[in-house]
Nanobody
Framework: QVQLVESGGGLVQPGGSLRLSCAAS????????MGWYRQAPGKQRELVAH???????NYADSVKGRFTISRDNTKSTVYLQMNGLKPEDTAVYYC????????????WGQGTQVTVSS
């Protein structure tokens, strides 16, 4: 069992930055592929960024060049650095963990609100 706790959300002006953190409890964090998703009101949840256990990353086209995902296996934590924030980035951001060998081991955090507004 893995528990995920996100932090770092808040209110920021357009053009500003935030760094989200997702701390994982349980063992073997390094065996999990990690992702950040977001869900805006009235919209489906979408993938924002993903990082494999080996460190390979991919991003939604809408955030490429602005957001950076990283992980620190020694701290069992994954980060999302968000720069150049836009109002359309406003959403609840969720952390996701999927075991690299057993996809049924799939866990979600509770989400953290990010609001971009002047």
């Amino acid at each position: 069992q893995v528990q995920l706790v996100e932090s770092g959300g808040g209110l920021v002006q357009p053009g500003g930055s935030l760094r989200l953190s997702c701390a994982a409890s349980g063992n073997f964090f390094s065996n999990y592929n990690m992702g950040w998703y977001r869900q805006a009101p009235g919209k489906q949840r979408e993938l924002v960024a993903h990082i494999t256990r080996g460190g390979s990353t991919n991003y939604a086209d809408s955030v490429k060049g602005r957001f950076t995902i990283s992980r620190d296996n020694t701290k069992s934590t994954v980060y999302l650095q968000m720069n150049g924030l836009k109002p359309e980035d406003t959403a609840v951001y969720y952390c996701n963990a999927v075991h690299s060998a057993f996809a049924t081991m799939n866990y979600w955090g509770q989400g953290t609100q990010v609001t971009v507004s002047s």
